[in-house]
């Protein structure tokens, strides 16, 4: 608690020794608990705040729990306003790099709770990395670390003595109230005012412990990033508005499941210029990922940040995977299924501020309504003709056969190709915004084979269809296709999620894309 400041820190420095037994750190948080009786508004966006349902509400006998406990149907509540709806917790998480402050209003006083996170440092898996946020309780979370739209992969595992230290947080708990008479929901105004002055305060001077090191302890590092893409511009463009970071070494896209350390992100401007400042001491890789373009970026050069340093790095250049030109396309390759047809919710499992909002994903048992949409079959799409914002279901779940069976769907892309070099490899890039327990088939021109000509095997466990995610980790397979499995005229590919023993097992696309065979320019 420091002087004249409206709340007070937390933080925990967690510690594993040489000779302590292994471990997995499956996950950790701070909890708070509000006065049921007084907090009842809950805020975490400008756009995502409401008055929210009691803690009783749940109750047997007045909520009907769904297909997992989180999820419960509101049939008797206290407030009859909130009768039908339904309540879960993961329909209020959000994306690390938006998740600055949340928390409840106390009405009668006007007070304000919140939780304020400075800096994503301490949080694994990237910016786009998804956490709980605030829920019915009234409960307020910091999550320091979850599997949540991840799974396993990012629980760190320590062997048998593994050194380890690590400091998570602080994070600020942030109290404010208003007089008699001014509107209490202006606490979330002030409250985003308090996280700016939080954000430009990082890192904080007051922690006197030697492993948290202050701004003068610590590094920055700043540049350009292109794009090259031949196939779409001749030349280099600015990588404009890329995810640029610093994580401990590894492969490209290693950060999405790093868990153990330290990382560091920021965005590129218009141009492609970043800067990336407070760094901690220490060994890393800069990686980057470029909406509108696949794949990752990672500089091989190992950068070694030191106390006070200031690095000026040469421009870079990423050179997205690409064989080819493109044949066709569907989706945008932004590293989520946002821009595909997500439904309206079936009226009985409707949470009413998702209605009309742009997280309409958010609502629960969307991922039953693909059977009511395509009842006998599944989808066909036709390039040229098919349109991915209304022909292109968000998610391609299992199909419910009958109360304790489902089978595997098969969805198909249907164009057209003329003059076939059946001699060329054709690359088809597919890019997953989440598997949960999925076996993506690829099969072309003959659905009937045993054997598929790509399997990605069982993979994902991010669970991001049931807790209302729209996208968990990414994935991106290229699959070479010989000239000679083409026609000319009408093709097919046949994309067959095969792994059927639950509603919840399935894939998010991200971005397809047929290349024809490298062509000269």
Partial sequence: MLKGS????????????????????????????????KFHYMAMADNRQRYMPLPDDRLPDRGQPLAYPEAVLLVNPIEPE?????????????????????????????????????????RSGGPLKQNLTSHVGPTALSVFLSAHYAGEDLVPKFGQGEPWKKVFGPVFIYLNSVTSGEDPLTLWEDAKKQMLTEVQSWPYSFPCSEDFPSSSHRGNISGRMLVLDRYFKDDKIPASGAYVGLAPPGEAGSWQRECKDYQFWTRADEEGKYVISNIRAGDYNLYAFVPGFIGDYKCDTIITITSGCSIEMDDLVFEPPRNGPTLWEIGIPDR???????????????????????DRFRQYGLWERYADLYPNGDIVFTI???????????????????????QGTTWQIKFKLENINQDEIYTLRLALASAAQAELQVRVNDS?????????????????????GIHGLYWLFNVNLQGSVLIEGENTIYLTQANATSPFQGIMYDYIRLEGPPSRY
């Fill in 6 to 37: 409206s709340g007070f820190y937390s933080y925990a420095i967690y510690e594993h020794l040489e000779g302590w037994p292994g471990f997995n750190l499956d996950e950790t948080r701070i909890a708070f608990k509000l006065r049921k009786d």
């Fill in 82 to 122: 909130f009768k039908g709806e339904v309540d879960d917790k993961y329909q209020y998480s959000s994306e690390d790099k938006d998740l600055k402050v949340h928390g409840w209003i106390c009405m009668d006083p006007s007070l304000g709770f919140w939780i304020i996170v400075p800096s994503d440092e301490f």
């Fill in 336 to 358: 989520s299924a946002r821009e595909f047809y997500i439904p309206d919710p079936d009226p009985k499992y409707v949470n009413k501020l998702f209605i009309n909002h742009p």
């Fill in 384 to 406: 040229g003709e098919s349109d991915y914002k209304k022909d292109w279901f968000f998610v391609q779940v299992t199909r419910k056969k009958d109360e304790k069976t489902y």
């Fill in 448 to 468: 009937s084979t045993n054997t598929p000509l790509f399997s990605s095997g069982v993979i994902g466990k991010d669970n991001a269809i049931a807790r209302h």
